[in-house]
C-alpha cells in the first residue's frame, strides 16, 4: 500500500526526523490560514500516488499570496487532487537520494543514496549506477550508526555533515522496520545551507500483508 506524502512526513516527524513546516488542506477556502502558517515563498504540492509530479506541474513553487491563489486553483481543477500540501520553501545548498527497500534475492534491506538527489532510481540506476551507495543490511542485527556513517563517508560528505546524515538514516530505517515497509524514500533530501538535511519529499510503501498491523 502506497501513503501519500503527507502521511509518509507524519511518520518520518513522529520519529524524530526533520521536515518542512507544512499545512494540509482540501478547499481553496483554507488557503489563507495555511499561509499565515507556513509564510512566502512556499510550494503546493499536490497529494496523489503517482510520480513525476513536478514534470506535470503538481508542484509549483509560489511568491506571494496572487500567484499561489491562482495555482491552488488550477491544481483543484485538475482530476484526482483532492488535497494538497502548501509547504515552505527551504533555502537548499544540494538535493541527495536516500531510501531503504527490501533486497529480496540477499533476504536483506538495502540501503541506497546518491548525490544525484531529485532523479528518479530508475534513471539513475540504468544511466549512472556508479553514483549509488547501496549497502545491505543484515535485518536481525538492523542498521548500526557505523553503516550510516560508512554511507555519508561513500557520499562524500563531510565530517560536519556525516553525523547529521546519519541520525537521518537511523531513523529512517527506523520507520522502515516499525512500518514493515517495502520502501521508504526521501527523494529529495535537502541538504540546507546551514549544513541540516530536512526530508523534501516522502514515500512509504507498506506491505500489504502486514496492513492489519496499521490500520
Known amino acids: 500500500m502506497k501513503l501519500y506524502e503527507y502521511q509518509a512526513k507524519d511518520l518520518f516527524e513522529d520519529y524524530g526526523m526533520p521536515v518542512p513546516k507544512r499545512v494540509l488542506i482540501e478547499t481553496e477556502d483554507a488557503l489563507a490560514q495555511a499561509f499565515k502558517a507556513v509564510?512566502?515563498?512556499?510550494?503546493?504540492?499536490?497529494?496523489?500516488?503517482?510520480?513525476?509530479?513536478?514534470?506535470?506541474?503538481?508542484?509549483?513553487?509560489v511568491k506571494d499570496e496572487e500567484e499561489a491563489k491562482k495555482e491552488a486553483k488550477r491544481l483543484f481543477t485538475e482530476e484526482g487532487i483532492k488535497r494538497i500540501m502548501v509547504e515552505e520553501a527551504v533555502d537548499i545548498e544540494e538535493e541527495i537520494y536516500l531510501s531503504v527497500t527490501v533486497d529480496a534475492a540477499e533476504g536483506t534491506a538495502l540501503v541506497m543514496a546518491s548525490r544525484e538527489g531529485g532523479v528518479e532510481i530508475e534513471t539513475l540506476a540504468s544511466e549512472t549506477p556508479e553514483k549509488i551507495v547501496k549497502l545491505n543490511v543484515?535485518?536481525?542485527?538492523?542498521?548500526?550508526?557505523h553503516h550510516a556513517h560508512h554511507v555519508a563517508y561513500e557520499l562524500g560528505l563531510s565530517k560536519a555533515e556525516a553525523k547529521?546524515?546519519?541520525?537521518?538514516?537511523m531513523r529512517l530505517y527506523n520507520v522502515f522496520r516499525a512500518m514493515d515497509a517495502e520502501l521508504v524514500e526521501i527523494n529529495p533530501l535537502f541538504l540546507t545551507k546551514d549544513g541540516a538535511f530536512i526530508a523534501g519529499d516522502g514515500k512509504l510503501m507498506i506491505d500489504d500483508n502486514a496492513m492489519f498491523k496499521h490500520e
Do not use: T
Request: proline share 8%; hydrophobic share 45%; aromatic share 8%.
Open 164 to 169: 547529521p546524515f546519519a541520525k537521518m538514516l
Open 39 to 61: 509564510g512566502f515563498p512556499c510550494v503546493l504540492k499536490s497529494q496523489v500516488l503517482e510520480g513525476g509530479r513536478g514534470k506535470r506541474g503538481l508542484i509549483p513553487f
Open 138 to 145: 543484515d535485518m536481525a542485527n538492523g542498521l548500526m550508526m
